[in-house]
């Protein structure tokens, strides 16, 4: 890759015609463009004089000079404790950190309520199977007290006597009974 010292001392001479012919042919075109539309937000490219608006003798053919917007520096650099991006931030955490404690001691309650529901249904279930199971034993007795032994035993036990045989009583013209 190397080259004799002539050939890139030509090739250097040529770029920097053509960099100068560029560079006259930019600057041409952008005082042009300055003196006809002036860009927004750069200011007024020409004041006018007060007074006569027409020019006498020779116009100068220099350089015409044009208004740069300021260059943008770079932001200083603050203190880390007076940083005023930390200052926005701090009520966002803070707000954050509130809402994750709150959630957090919300699911706890939550939690808690349910637990506490769970141990009352419980309680409530086992109570219903207790009343079934006396349902069922006061419907067994019921089924066993309806018998035709176990009713003459509670009809003795009463005070009650079995009856005799059936009888009929007839009236008479004359309105006396008579018993068949």
């Known amino acids: ?9 030509a090739r250097t001479a040529a770029r920097t015609a053509t960099a100068r012919t560029a560079t006259n042919r930019t600057a041409t075109a952008r005082t042009a463009t300055a003196r006809t539309a002036p860009r927004p937000g750069t200011g007024p490219v020409h004041v006018p004089r007060p007074g006569t608006t027409r020019r006498t003798g020779p116009v100068g053919t ?25 200052r926005r931030r701090a009520p966002f955490v803070v707000l954050l950190v509130a809402m994750l404690v709150a959630t957090t001691v919300g699911l706890l309650l939550l939690n808690t309520a349910i637990a506490v529901d ?33 009713l003459a035993r509670a009809a003795a036990a009463a005070g009650l006597v079995q009856p005799g045989a059936a009888a009929h009583l007839v009236l008479q013209p004359d309105g006396t009974s008579v018993l068949l």
């Not at 220099?62 to 930390?86: F, K, N």
């Not at 141990?119 to 018998?147: G, S």
Request: hydrophobic share 40%.
């Open 1 to 9: 890759m190397s080259q004799p010292a002539h050939a890139t001392t």
């Open 62 to 86: 220099g350089p015409q000079l044009r208004l740069v917007p300021p260059a943008r520096t770079t932001p200083t650099r603050t203190p880390p404790r007076v940083r005023p991006a930390a």
């Open 118 to 150: 769970s141990l009352e249904a419980n309680q409530q279930r086992a109570a219903i199977a207790e009343q079934a199971e006396e349902v069922a034993r006061l419907e067994q007795q019921v089924v066993v007290a309806d018998t035709a032994a176990e």
